[in-house]
């Protein structure tokens, strides 16, 4: 089947990239990888970078050769019917695991930062019906939120600057300081940062300028690579290479350093600002996921199927009640399929590509 409409621009194209990449993880990101290689370890986020940008040219050209079709029947041109819907089937189950863990480990963070005596389980519906709205809305609604929203992460960026008056350069000196070995070794943790390119796929045939679309998807990491390593310096230069490991979510710690003479708890209003621009994150991969199992069971996405879906995500929040530690668990789930869907794809595709080239070429023989 193939999508006639092109809904999204290229400016929004290079915001979805960014802001699906850019969501729970950059929270402690700057702890884990000074766990890792101390504050030399900015450096590997670079190589990260890197990384995601060659993986995200390869879904592009994939994608290229069948530019039209939609999500289910891009994999089976590719992979045939039987395997192509077992993979979609599974990429689904994934990407709405991804968007409810998302979801309720925002709520966490309202829980001990904001909203300590709120249930989780209000907080979950609250939160869920705006993510109705903009699901319901299709990408052509979800990528105009996310084109809305983009001054306020330009906003809070630019405000982390205030929180330098009680820096230390001398933290981060020398930037190398115990050789490219430990800076090496923090490479799968900075690719599991960029997690969301996966969605290029699936975002790809929605694209007004196809042929600008590797250059998009340069923009889309780069912006994410300069976001982490703005943020994981910072705090590098707050915190002292001691202080930073005990610090279980730094980027949000550093945001109570920040003080006006007439506002009070200025923190909470940027935690409030944080949270929209999490909140791309798990819309993004619950409508994706949505959308999915819409095109391979083929379904129309009616409101009582999301409702449906919303009503297991608070069944379920009911029968294992989210914790920190739990949803950490289930964070190492994520990065291990993540890395296995973003990295196994593109094989995939390239293998079974070869193979019915080949048969091709036999059968004209």
């Not at 709205?133 to 906003?155: D, S």
């Amino acid at each position: 089947m193939k999508i006639k409409k092109s809904k999204i621009t290229q400016f929004q194209f290079i915001l979805m990239i960014f802001g699906i990449q850019v969501g729970i993880g950059i929270m402690s990101l700057p702890r884990e990888l000074a766990m890792k290689a101390g504050t030399s370890s900015w450096i590997g986020i670079l190589f990260g970078g890197i990384i995601s940008i060659s993986i995200s040219i390869l879904f592009v050209k994939l994608r290229e050769r069948a530019p039209d079709l939609n999500y289910v029947s891009f994999f089976t041109f590719y992979l045939g019917k039987v395997i192509g819907s077992i993979i979609v089937f599974l990429q689904a189950i994934y990407f709405l695991y991804v968007g409810y863990q998302v979801l309720v480990r925002a709520i966490l963070y309202i829980q001990s930062y904001i909203l300590q005596e709120a249930k989780g389980y209000v907080l979950l519906v609250l939160f869920l019906f705006p993510t109705y709205q903009l699901t319901r809305g299709g990408i052509h609604l979800i990528a105009k939120y996310i084109e809305a929203i983009f001054p306020i992460a330009i906003f809070t960026l630019f405000m982390l600057l205030f929180t330098l008056k009680d820096k230390d350069i001398n933290f981060i000196l020398p930037i190398i300081k115990n050789g490219w070995m430990p800076i090496f070794k923090t490479i799968p943790l900075t690719t599991t940062s960029f997690l969301g390119i996966e969605l290029i796929i699936l975002f790809y045939p929605y694209l007004k300028s196809k042929d600008k679309a590797i250059k998009g998807v340069i923009i889309g990491n780069v912006l994410t690579t300069f976001t982490y390593i703005f943020v994981t310096l910072i705090c590098f230069v707050i915190y002292s290479p001691y202080e930073i490991h005990k610090s279980f979510e730094p980027v949000i710690d550093i945001l109570s350093v920040i003080e006006f003479q007439y506002v009070e708890r200025l923190d909470f209003i940027l935690f409030s600002l944080f949270l929209m621009l999490i909140s791309k994150t798990w819309v993004t991969y619950i409508w994706a996921g949505l959308n999915s199992l819409s095109e391979l069971f083929k379904f129309k996405l009616l409101p009582i199927v999301i409702i449906i879906l919303f009503i297991l995500m608070i069944i379920f929040s009911l029968i294992q009640v989210p914790t920190f530690t739990n949803t950490t668990h289930h964070r190492h789930y994520i990065t291990v399929s993540g890395l296995s869907i973003t990295i196994g794809t593109p094989i995939l595709l390239l293998v079974f590509g070869l193979i019915k080239n080949r048969l091709s070429k036999v059968k004209i023989n």
